[in-house]
């Protein structure tokens, strides 16, 4: 993704950093939709209820 388009986040999940590019015209609740989508195919899956927190990063 374009370096304008998008930003970098560090996604903490069980004791891990996911490094990630997003859009940066998406929502937080779009984001938390996505999220749950694209951890469904991974071995680590996020649970139905999380808290999204935006550290460091303007919103």
Known sequence: MN???S???GLHVSNQI???QIPNQVSVARL???LLESFE???NR???SFE???LNKPI
């Open 46 to 48: 996020l649970p139905a």
């Open 3 to 5: 370096k304008r388009t």
């Open 18 to 20: 996911i490094d990630l």
């Open 32 to 34: 938390k939709e996505l």
């Open 7 to 9: 930003i970098g986040i």
């Open 41 to 43: 195919m991974l071995p």
């Open 52 to 54: 999204l927190v935006v």
